[in-house]
């Protein structure tokens, strides 16, 4: 989607925050799958949709940047549930930071769209129970097999990672004096 719209660029009139948005998302969004491809993943797809409808102007490619992020926000939730519960704890470590990507993602697809960032959540909202559900959401939206122009993975604009930093991720597992299997209290959260 950000290659996409990175190659309408200019027929959108996307500001320079915007358009920098859109290239380091592309980016980080590339370093997600890419990480999870050399993990073992096999995507679903490489091939998506995007009904130029949602790419015809700077408020349309805000717009659907917000719809599709809260998506993959649920999608993560759930895939760092399912790798928590494989005991996979460093996948899980990994599905929260992507997670957290990508609701930077949406707040910021807000703030440039001109909304104001909400406040009325302690945490984000469930969405699905198997990261597959996250995939039938997206199609259902028309990003897979759905009617518009068809794109594939990585899109037609080339990444460019100028200034974009954590391109590989960091865990607990990573760290020199990394602890053992049971984690340590840091103390009462009452």
Not at 49 to 58: A, K
């Amino acid at each position: 989607f950000y290659g996409a719209a990175r190659s309408r660029s200019g027929e959108l009139g996307l500001d320079d925050n915007t358009a920098r948005f859109a290239r380091t998302s592309q980016c980080e969004e590339e370093a997600h799958y890419h990480f999870f491809e050399a993990a073992g993943a096999v995507p679903t797809t490489t091939t998506f949709t995007i009904d130029d409808s949602r790419i015809t102007s700077q408020k349309s490619l805000l717009s659907a940047v917000q719809e599709f992020e809260s998506i993959l926000v649920g999608a993560y939730m759930s895939a760092g549930r399912k790798f928590a519960v494989n005991g996979e704890s460093r996948l899980m470590e990994i599905a929260y930071q992507a997670g957290a990507v990508e609701a930077q993602h949406q707040a910021i697809a807000r703030l440039l769209g001109g909304e104001r960032v909400p406040g009325d959540r302690a945490f984000a909202k469930w969405m699905f129970t198997d990261p597959g559900d996250a995939i039938e959401a997206i199609a259902s939206l028309g990003y897979i097999k759905g009617s518009g122009s068809e794109f594939t993975f990585p899109g037609p604009v080339d990444r460019n990672c100028r200034g974009v930093t954590g391109l590989v991720p960091e865990t607990t597992e990573d760290q020199p004096a990394a602890p053992g299997p049971a984690a340590t209290p840091i103390g009462d959260f009452g």
